[in-house]
């Protein structure tokens, strides 16, 4: 029995140890490709609290520091006083933002991380992400309704918009909070209370009026908790300009364009070429909105068109995503996926003949080299 044991340990540990290996090694790739990693920084911000910036910092750093100091601390109702601060200054924000910092709030009580970007040196965006407890504020409310109110004076003071006049009194019309949506001839204003990550929160937003149509960059949108506190603030309101919200292109034309697409599109799967498709008319989604176009900050109608294939055809494709500019017609985006929903949620094949790598190819190799490594190692086991 002992020599059995004896056996099956010093064939089975191996195995055991080169399939950790290699599982790993899935790990590590998925992680490479899934999370990118995030933006490199410099320049090193330590503060014992809000009055003491970095020397390492630039004199406009400095002074936009100190502004970012202060959003936090009357717009937020933050106590940065009672923390010990540590920043870093992304020197890679994103496209549309000109500089990002990244802050790392501490105390006793309670841990919170905070990323602002900037643009033209004024603040566009703005989230808390506690990790410790609950973050520490000057003061203390449970009236989501009043902490709105409230945040539209302190955003007006710290940077005169006119349009700000008009949301407060768009907000002033309302007597209780609940999802809503409500628009006048300048703004569309949106209510919603929606459970995120199993926290409960109020999000509002204003938008410029545009016949209904909604593009969530172009807002000036606020979050809170149940508790009445600010938690995420973004204003893309100076950033983009509408250049027409009128559909000339009907909701049944953008989806024939969509279908006319799909059913004269083939692709090649090892030997066989794919065509003649058969699509789920009765469930083809769409949705219509306002988005950039050529990556510009001019905002124009858009037909997103979901045309759900039905069955799974070679490659993994169950479904085609078409755009559509629905002023002019002309196709912006076309792609086979082995998704039908929200494109965020899984990746897209923009080519079927060169789809991409994806977790469930690696974790078969994975499998298929782990038989290999098992059959050459019982082989040579054998041999010996």
């Known amino acids: 029995m002992k020599k059995l044991i004896k056996k099956f340990s010093q064939n089975i540990f191996p195995l055991v140890l080169t399939m950790l290996l290699l599982l790993s090694f899935v790990s590590v790739t998925v992680a490479e490709q899934s999370n990118i990693p995030l933006n490199t920084t410099n320049t090193i911000l330590q503060a014992n609290n809000s009055q003491q910036l970095s020397q390492n910092l630039s004199k406009e750093d400095n002074i936009l520091l100190g502004n970012i100091m202060s959003f936090l601390n009357n717009v937020f109702k933050l106590d940065t006083s009672k923390y010990k601060i540590e920043g870093e200054r992304v020197s890679k924000p994103q496209n549309d933002y000109d500089k990002a910092f990244d ?21 566009v965006w703005c989230k808390l992400y506690p990790t410790k407890s609950s973050p520490i504020y000057t003061t203390t409310t449970l009236d989501v309704l009043s902490s709105a109110k409230t945040t539209l004076i ?114 090649t799967q090892g030997d066989e070429v ?13 949705s219509l909105s306002l988005q950039r176009r050529d990556g510009g900050t001019i905002l124009y109608p858009y037909w997103d068109v979901w045309v759900p294939l039905a069955e799974v055809y070679p490659g993994g494709v169950t479904a085609f995503h078409v755009t559509i500019w629905a002023d002019t017609g002309e196709v912006e985006y076309f792609t086979a996926t082995g998704f039908y929903g929200d494109p965020n949620e899984s990746g897209i094949i923009n080519d079927p003949q060169q789809s991409s790598l994806d977790y469930r190819l690696v974790v078969t190799l994975t499998i298929v080299a782990t038989i290999a490594v098992t059959a050459g190692y019982l082989f040579y086991k054998k041999k010996k």
């Open 103 to 123: 802050f790392y709030l501490s105390s006793v009580e309670s841990k919170i991380d905070v990323h602002c970007d900037i643009k033209d040196n004024a603040i």
């Open 274 to 286: 794919v065509s003649n498709v058969e699509i789920r008319r009765e469930h083809v989604n769409t």
């Open 154 to 267: 302190e955003l007006n003071t710290f940077s005169s918009k006119s349009y700000l006049s008009s949301i407060q009194n768009m907000l002033n019309n309302v007597k209780k909070i609940e999802s809503s949506t409500t628009s006048n001839a300048e703004l569309t204003q949106i209510i919603e209370i929606r459970e995120v990550l199993g926290e409960e929160l109020v999000m509002m937003s204003w938008a410029p009026f545009a016949n209904g149509l909604v593009q969530s960059q172009n807002t000036l949108s606020l979050h809170y908790d149940t508790r009445g506190h600010l938690v995420y603030f973004h204003n893309g309101l100076d950033m983009f300009t509408i250049g027409s919200f009128e559909a000339k292109i009907s909701e049944q034309a953008a989806i024939q364009i969509a279908m006319e697409q799909v059913q004269t599109f083939s692709w």
